[in-house]
């Protein structure tokens, strides 16, 4: 069964502090997302990368970087972690950029800030 | 103005009844997606559509491309089948979500 794997399901952090979130998948994709999930909102694209080291922004970036070294690994990371930051997060991944192709969701951080 | 639109946004159901959900679209699409998050959270895809009937076990998908319309049908609904059932589009560039249908199911 292919995966995509994100590290904690439930998360609780300090208002300020540096807050990581870690995807892995292992199924060899090219591509990976960082989506929040917001009541009422729907998902929102923060970041993708369709390639190691190669980082676009989505539709909310402010306030998040990524990072990507390896091809499986796509990091989420909240610089200085503030209460608007408390949502679900949600990574993808999928063999090609566009919605031509399936994609595979990770469970979802649910992420508290406070 | 929403570029999506999903319909209804809540539905409670017996065990056994024939549900539609409903996915309204306002813009140019390569492809829609229908996905499904159970509680806690996890997204699955259960279908990619770009024209016409897709169809899996219980869940039918159809795709009304001139209409900009396309609606999920799940057959003798179970309650295992409780979720959000969520709509999304690939317009070549960009991807648009619904805000989902939360379906209960009872027994």
């Known amino acids: 069964d292919v995966k995509v794997t994100q590290s904690s399901r439930y998360l609780v952090k300090r208002t300020g502090e540096k807050v990581f979130l870690e995807c892995v998948q292992d199924?060899?994709?090219?591509?990976m997302f960082w989506y929040r999930q917001d009541p009422g909102l729907g998902l929102r694209l923060i970041y993708f990368?369709?390639?190691?080291?190669?980082?676009e922004k989505g539709d909310i970036p402010e306030g998040y970087s990524v990072s990507r070294e390896k091809k499986e690994r796509f990091s989420l990371i909240l610089e200085s972690a503030s209460t608007n930051q408390t949502s679900m997060y949600l990574c993808?991944?999928?063999?090609?950029?566009?919605?031509?192709?399936?994609?595979?969701f990770g469970s979802g951080t649910r992420l508290t800030v406070v | 103005k929403n570029e999506v639109e999903q319909s209804p946004q809540n539905l409670t159901a017996q065990e056994g009844e024939f549900i539609t959900i409903n996915c309204s679209y306002s813009?140019?699409?390569?492809?829609l997606h229908w996905l499904q998050q159970h509680p806690g959270g996890g997204i699955v895809s259960l279908f990619m559509?770009?024209?016409g009937k897709k169809k899996h076990g219980r869940l039918i998908a159809t795709i009304n491309i001139q209409e900009k319309h396309s609606s999920l049908h799940i057959t003798a609904s179970h309650p295992r089948d409780s979720a959000v059932y969520i709509c999304?589009?690939?317009?070549?560039?960009?991807?648009?979500f619904g805000t989902g249908t939360s379906l209960t199911v009872i027994p």
């Open positions: 993808a991944s999928s063999r090609a950029l566009g919605g031509n192709y399936g994609y595979t």
């Open positions: 199924m060899d994709h090219e591509n």
């Open positions: 990368s369709y390639d190691v080291k190669m980082k």
């Open positions: 813009v140019g699409i390569s492809a």
């Open positions: 559509l770009s024209s």
């Open positions: 999304a589009l690939f317009t070549g560039n960009q991807f648009y």
